[in-house]
């Protein structure tokens, strides 16, 4: 079972160049979410999608955008990556949002460094 | 709005010594508590989670967590450690509107033999 899917692993980045980090789930969850983990802060939230067709910010949205392309795929990307976007960068699904006690699933990471 | 403390960024014990991890949150709300697991260059894998069904939840690798609503814990404990225990492990609630996770900072457990 694939699970939740993220690519690149791995990526340098050089200030001002752009980028997009791909996620995809094959759970049939309907609610994407992106987070950055950076030592001694625990994970943050950037964007998330409850669902297909919908998008909002998170705690740290300033300098991404997202795409939910659709049910299976949620996209970041850095239009201008600046070095304090450097960090680790984890995308997770759930089946829904919402009051629940649902469980988020992790993929593996993007480790992005810039520049 | 909600919140999660874990208390001690660090934690060591010896190979088959109790392991207690702190977690305390604040929440306008039943809270949804949840624990995860991260061992080096991976994601994040759920240990367990509360449900409201039960106060004392066990979850995977022989780990469980006491809901204390009076104390506004969920402590994570296992009574002998192993050293594939050695990970960082994180506590988190679910947000108010219930759209996410907040996470705490994070404990790294060590396990010495």
């Known amino acids: 079972n694939a699970g939740v899917t993220q690519t690149p692993k791995f990526q340098v980045l050089k200030t001002g160049q752009s980028m997009t980090l791909q996620c995809a789930q094959d759970?049939?969850?309907?609610?994407m979410y992106w987070y950055r983990q950076d030592p001694g802060m625990g994970l943050r939230l950037i964007y998330y999608?409850?669902?297909?067709?919908?998008?909002d910010k998170g705690e740290v949205p300033n300098g991404y955008n997202v795409s939910r392309l659709n049910k299976r795929e949620f996209s970041l990307r850095l239009e201008s990556a600046a070095p304090s976007q450097t960090s680790v960068y984890f995308c997770?699904?759930?089946?829904?949002?919402?009051?629940?006690?649902?469980?988020?699933?992790f993929g593996d990471g993007t480790r992005l460094s810039i520049l | 709005a909600q919140s999660v403390t874990q208390l001690g960024s660090h934690v060591s014990v010896s190979e088959g010594a109790l392991v207690l991890l702190r977690c305390n949150y604040s929440s306008s709300v039943p809270p949804y508590l949840f624990w995860y697991v991260q061992y080096p260059n991976q994601g994040l894998q759920l240990l367990l989670k509360?449900?409201?069904?039960?106060?004392l939840v066990k979850g995977i690798n022989g780990f469980e967590a006491e809901f204390k609503k009076s104390e506004t814990s969920f402590h994570l404990t296992k009574p002998s450690a192993h050293m594939s225990d050695a990970a960082e492990y994180f506590c988190?609630?679910?947000?108010?509107?219930?759209?996410?996770?907040?996470f705490g900072k994070g404990t790294t457990l060590s396990v010495s033999s």
């Open positions: 997770a699904s759930s089946t829904q949002g919402g009051l629940s006690n649902q469980p988020q699933h």
């Open positions: 988190a609630v679910r947000s108010q509107a219930g759209t996410a996770l907040i």
């Open positions: 509360y449900t409201s069904a039960a106060t």
């Open positions: 999608s409850a669902s297909e067709g919908t998008t």
């Open positions: 759970m049939n969850h309907n609610s």
